[in-house]
């Protein structure tokens, strides 16, 4: 099983900043990497499949980047909205086992 | 644009069995390029993929769960749904059900159902 770490567990960031996560693999897992967005309440959305390319609807502010064990997601300018949880999720192993990160928290400074 | 509904109780005796259904709305179930997924979270915790689903049948489950976790489909009425027997604490949850693409990323989810095992 991949095990997925995400650092750090807390961020705490202003609106307009520049935010970057990290999600690290115990074992590559090429590009077979999502991220997803979690706000109090609510069900996850998706952000970012395949390590780098947004979903439908996404703004083109949330970017993902890596391969192999380190990936990241990248928020350029950041908005109200943002302050969430954020999960990364991996897809690689076989058979089928899907993990996910423990999550990374956007608080408002 | 594709929606999914959880619906089952909210409240379940220990030892007893969990059970939910998942309806699609606005899409096929039998569509060949998705799964069906479900994932749960526990209250303030991360997320556990239980299992999945393919049209034909075909399931996967998470290896920890596996002993007490079956989902089943129902092509001709587009829903699915999860059963998870001898149920204790741990089991509390929101149960989550998802569309999954081909074997990899999870989208659109529904709502949730938070489901408490409590006597």
């Known amino acids: 099983e991949t095990v997925l770490t995400q650092s750090p567990a807390t961020l705490s960031v202003s609106p307009g900043d520049r935010v970057t996560l990290s999600c690290r693999a115990s074992?590559?897992?090429?590009?077979?990497l999502a991220w997803y967005q979690q706000k109090p309440g609510q069900a996850p959305r998706l952000l970012i499949y395949g390590a780098s390319t947004r979903a439908t609807g996404i703004p083109a502010r949330f970017s993902g980047s890596g391969s192999g064990t380190e990936f990241t997601l990248t928020i350029s300018s950041l908005q109200s909205g943002d302050f969430a949880l954020y999960y990364c999720?991996?897809?690689?192993?076989?058979?089928?086992?899907?993990?996910f990160g423990q999550g990374t928290k956007l608080d408002i400074k | 644009q594709l929606q999914l509904q959880e619906a089952g109780p909210g409240l379940v005796k220990p030892s007893e069995t969990l059970s939910l259904t998942c309806t699609v709305s606005f899409g096929s179930i039998s569509s060949s390029s998705y799964y069906w997924a479900w994932i749960r979270q526990p209250p303030g915790k991360g997320l556990e993929w239980i299992g999945h689903i393919y049209y034909n049948g075909r399931t996967f489950y998470n290896p920890s769960l596996t002993s007490r976790v079956t989902i089943s489909i129902d092509t001709s009425h587009n829903f699915f749904s999860l059963n998870v027997t001898s149920v204790t604490a741990a089991d509390t949850a929101v149960y989550y059900c998802?569309?999954?693409?081909?074997?990899?990323?999870?989208?659109?989810w529904g709502q949730g159902i938070l489901v408490t095992v409590s006597s």
């Open positions: 999720q991996q897809y690689n192993d076989w058979p089928p086992m899907y993990t």
């Open positions: 074992q590559s897992i090429n590009r077979n």
């Open positions: 998802a569309r999954q693409y081909k074997s990899e990323y999870f989208d659109p």
